[in-house]
T-cell receptor, first 111, second 113 residues
Framework: DAGITQSPRHKVTETGTPVTLRCHQTENHRYMYWYRQDPGHGLRLIHY???????DKGEVSDGYSVSRSKTEDFLLTLESATSSQTSVYFCAITQPNNEQFFGPGTRLTVL | DQQVKQNSPSLSVQEGRISILNCDYT??????FLWYKKYPAEGPTFLIS?????DKNEDGRFTVFLNKSAKHLSLHIVPSQPGDSAVYFCAARQIQGAQKLVFGQGTRLTINP
């Protein structure tokens, strides 16, 4: 299985502040994804990447931006956090067997 | 528009009996379906998958059934064990695109001793 780390694992911040979440993988997988998980909604795709500097929007991309300057790192940025962005954020990669493998998650609270 | 739906938010089953989790989808362009299991404070973990060219896939206690005409899939767990208590998500992948998955809302399965 791929090694995925997410940092930070927990964060509490205030409305209006910028926040960056980091996803790091160790096996040079091409595709990387950011999801958020909320009760009643399952996992929803925020943004994804199909290579270095190649990113695209998912279904809930408003208020979020991403960057991928290296194969192994995929950053998710909330330019100005809002309370509606309180959620658990998961990073994922697609493995060669077509399964998506998920990181441990980051719990973000926006006060 | 919810393309993948799990209409049962929760399910309670007695240990040793069969657990059946259901999932419906609307997009006929989905070609691959997956089930994930999630424990609290952990990321989802892959459980089992099925291609749209098959109608059944079995892996140990877990079997996934696909009914394309009804746009319905189900996950059967038999026999159910206490460690199966978790939230289960079904997911679907579209034929074209960057391997993106669309997830259902999840079903919380509780196995009672």
């Amino acid at each position: 299985d791929a090694g995925i780390t997410q940092s930070p694992r927990h964060k509490v911040t205030e409305t209006g502040t910028p926040v960056t979440l980091r996803c790091h993988q160790t096996e040079n997988h091409r595709y990387m994804y950011w999801y958020r998980q909320d009760p009643g909604h399952g996992l929803r795709l925020i943004h994804y990447s199909y290579g270095v500097k190649d990113t695209d929007k998912g279904e809930v991309s408003d208020g979020y931006s991403v960057s991928r300057s290296k194969t192994e790192d995929f950053l998710l940025t909330l330019e100005s956090a809002t309370s509606s962005q309180t959620s658990v954020y998961f990073c994922a990669i697609t493995q060669p067997n077509n399964e998506q493998f998920f990181g441990p998650g980051t719990r973000l609270t926006v006060l | 528009d919810q393309q993948v739906k799990q209409n049962s938010p929760s399910l309670s089953v007695q240990e040793g009996r069969i657990s059946i989790l259901n999932c419906d989808y609307t997009n006929s362009m989905f070609d691959y379906f997956l089930w994930y299991k999630k424990y609290p404070a952990e990321g989802p973990t892959f459980l089992i998958s099925i291609s749209s060219i098959k109608d059944k896939n079995e892996d140990g206690r877990f079997t996934v059934f696909l009914n394309k005409s009804a746009k319905h899939l189900s996950l059967h767990i038999v026999p159910s064990q206490p460690g199966d208590s978790a939230v289960y998500f079904c997911a679907a992948r579209q034929i074209q695109g960057a391997q993106k998955l669309v997830f259902g809302q999840g079903t919380r399965l509780t196995i009672n001793p």
